[in-house]
Nanobody
Framework: VQLQAFGGGSVQAGGSLRLSCAASGNIASIGTVAWYRQAPGKQRDLIASITGRGATVYTDSVKGRFLLSRDDNKNANYLQMNDLKPEDKAVYYC??????????????WGQGTQVTVSS
């Protein structure tokens, strides 16, 4: 199983980006998916999550600006980021709780994707 995150880039403040996170491999099911971000010199923080039933939770700093959705037919999820601010600059990571046939659930991490926001 592999988890790949992509869609980062550079935008000006107020702009938008859409990050994608796609799982591939022999997958039975995907449970909760989450996005984290890590700014230089800081810890990796959870910013959004979505359960298998589609319930979402956001950290206060992105609430109302970011929208997390999932498409289980594609084993993918999408983080739509609007009204981006310079403080949103970070490396963004996704993770997912994935069940492989014949195995128990475990957490997989995607590689990071850089988001840069200029003022």
């Amino acid at each position: 199983v592999q988890l790949q995150a992509f869609g980062g880039g550079s935008v000006q403040a107020g702009g938008s980006l859409r990050l994608s996170c796609a799982a591939s491999g022999n997958i039975a099911s995907i449970g909760t998916v989450a996005w984290y971000r890590q700014a230089p010199g800081k810890q990796r923080d959870l910013i959004a999550s979505i359960t298998g039933r589609g319930a979402t939770v956001y950290t206060d700093s992105v609430k109302g600006r970011f929208l997390l959705s999932r498409d289980d037919n594609k084993n993918a999820n999408y983080l739509q980021m609007n009204d981006l601010k310079p403080e949103d600059k970070a490396v963004y990571y996704c993770n997912a709780n994935i069940v492989v046939p014949g195995s128990s659930i475990r957490i997989y991490w995607g590689q990071g994707t850089q988001v840069t926001v200029s003022s």
